[in-house]
């Protein structure tokens, strides 16, 4: 390969030889040896040019035939809330009722003096419809209310005396965001949806901040096990049930423990108008310590298919595959929204939108397109994340307002939540327009790409294996046990290996503003590094989830190796 240097006369404090590396410049990987030094790639070349930066003291890492790439970059995560989660009641572990059920009553056994039983992390795929009762928690905890979210943050499941505790009852409206699930007679049946959360949320004393900080840091650890090195949170705010993660980040980096680079999505309170826009600038302004800044804002659009909170431009279909009446949520009225976009976007402000169902992402890419003739083209590097149904008609339009794609590409795939609780309820033609990764890369769309963590698996390995084969792996989050192979789903939207790579390294590098300093491995830019213990461009696809990260590299520092 063509020798790849600086010539800054500097030593290398360690050397990776032995292997090959995915720059991210190039399609495939190349066969060279890397120096970095200072906390910078200082070389990408041949092995007997970069041992010559090499000194008694410099640390020569074998690749032993894996592959060297970026750090991961995670541009749609939750680290505080799956943090706390992980902390907590956790269920994200099991995939069954009585699962669930063990896990409750065994951490309601390990702490007698907690009033409320907080946590989360169930599937709504495990019980039929999607709904859990109150009458399964009555059974292992009748004496303490509890509150448990399930995986993708948009509902929860209570128990009576949460609910009785909260004033809930067969009276209680729907509010205008969300839906309380009910029995015969009206009375709650024990699953929130959306805004209906909030009625029995805002009774739960919330994490401490120091609980908050525990609970990033225990995230962070994770995602660094993982190759990540940098994410984007998508909400940062105050939420229920959980503190004001603004702060948690600001003391974390002043502190210096917040190690990874964080951009922090300030949350847009759908509840309010336009004159909350000062009160964002005035955090962006105030939001800068360490590695963290907060210069996006994260505003909601609509909910989640399996709910029926998505927005689409058609209505959801019934168990029959009749048209019902319920089209979805717009959680902001296209009016205020395309007001605020253009606003927000004139103040310098990134913008990462929820947008899942199809008239959701038609309604942001118009205020965008709005924006645009009003503000002009800029360089804010906007995103829409989620994209579960994409109209035809709009593919082209992410390019056209410089809007890139933020892929959560392990859901794009045949599962139980998908098969049972979406498909049915969508209609086969709507169906197929579900996560449409290659024609979106087709059209010219930048891709990025994220997890939604704890919604599902961090693990950026195994999202890339689904965003390639377009099936699951076969040891899943949340295995419900042995199930023969699924077929693709939609195998015509697979990206090549490299493009799913590079979405998650320098696709996300560039939605975080971090392109010129990381997402590449290139001489100058900071050694925010993985070590792969395998090449995956050599292995077969149905592979690449199996696929280990050894070593994780912070700015040329060592922040996880693995022990075994």
């Known amino acids: ?236 705010g105050a939420f229920p049930g959980n503190p004001d993660n603004f702060g948690v980040y600001l003391r974390a980096a002043r502190e210096g423990s917040l190690r990874a680079r964080v951009v922090g999505a300030l949350w847009w309170d759908r509840e309010r108008g336009l004159e909350q826009i000062p009160e964002l600038e005035e955090r962006r302004r105030t939001g800068r310590a360490g590695r963290f800044e907060a210069t996006s804002v994260k505003i909601m659009q609509d909910g989640i298919a399996e709910n029926f909170t998505a927005g689409l431009l058609e209505p959801y279909l019934d168990g029959c595959g009749c048209p019902t009446a319920n089209s979805g949520l717009s959680f902001i009225d296209p009016k205020l929204l395309t007001d605020a976009v253009r606003l927000l976007d004139a103040s310098g402000f990134q913008l990462h939108f929820h947008a899942l169902g199809d008239r959701a992402v038609r309604e942001v890419l118009d205020a965008l397109e709005a924006a645009r003739e009003a503000n002009g083209a800029n360089d804010n590097r906007h995103h829409l994340a989620h994209l579960q149904i994409v109209h035809p008609d709009d593919i082209a339009r992410f390019a056209r307002v410089g809007a890139a794609a933020n892929i959560q590409a392990l859901w794009a795939a045949h599962e139980p939540q998908m098969d049972e609780l979406t498909i049915p309820f969508l209609g086969p033609e709507r169906a197929a327009l579900q996560y449409p990764f290659g024609d979106l890369q087709r059209a010219g769309t930048r891709l990025v790409a994220g997890s939604d963590w704890s919604v599902s698996s961090p693990n950026p390995l195994w999202g890339i294996h689904v965003a390639v084969n377009r099936a699951v792996p076969d040891e899943t989050p949340d295995p419900s046990g042995p199930r023969p192979p699924a077929a693709p789903f939609f195998p015509e939207q697979a990206l090549t290996l490299a493009q799913a790579l590079t979405a998650y390294t320098a696709g996300s590098a560039w939605a975080n503003h971090l392109d010129a300093v990381t997402g590449t491995v290139e001489p100058g830019k900071h050694a925010d590094l993985a070590v792969l213990d395998r090449d995956p461009f050599e292995l077969p696809q149905e592979q690449i989830a199996d696929v280990r990260v050894l070593r994780t590299y912070v700015d040329g520092e060592l922040v996880f190796a693995t022990t075994d």
């Open 1 to 236: 390969m063509a020798e790849n240097m600086q010539r800054t006369g500097q030593r290398a404090d360690t050397l990776f030889v032995g292997g090959k590396v995915f720059t991210g410049t190039a399609e495939a990987p190349v066969r060279a040896a890397v120096a970095v030094g200072g906390g910078r790639i200082l070389a990408v070349a041949e092995e007997s040019a970069v041992r010559e930066l090499a000194d008694a003291a410099t640390e020569i890492v074998d690749l032993a035939g894996g592959l060297l790439v970026p750090g991961f970059q995670d541009a749609h995560v939750h680290p505080v809330v799956a943090g706390v989660q992980m902390l907590g009641c956790d269920l994200s572990a099991e995939h069954t009722v009585d699962g669930y059920l063990a896990v409750v009553t065994a951490y309601a056994e390990e702490h007698p003096d907690t009033g409320w039983i907080r946590g989360g992390g169930w599937s709504m795929d495990v019980f039929p419809g999607g709904t859990p009762t109150r009458a399964m928690l009555d059974a292992v905890v009748p004496d303490r209310p509890v509150l448990l979210t399930n995986r993708d943050g948009h509902g929860a499941w209570v128990n009576t005396l949460a609910l009785r505790l909260a004033e809930v009852d067969a009276t209680t409206p729907d509010p205008v965001d969300g839906r309380i699930e009910r029995e015969a007679d009206g009375t709650p049946a024990g699953t929130l949806q959306e805004g209906a959360v909030e009625l029995v949320a805002r009774h739960v004393p919330i994490a401490t901040e120091d609980e908050a900080l525990a609970g990033l840091l225990a995230a962070q650890e994770h995602l660094f096990s993982l190759g990540v090195t940098s994410w984007q949170d998508a909400m940062i």
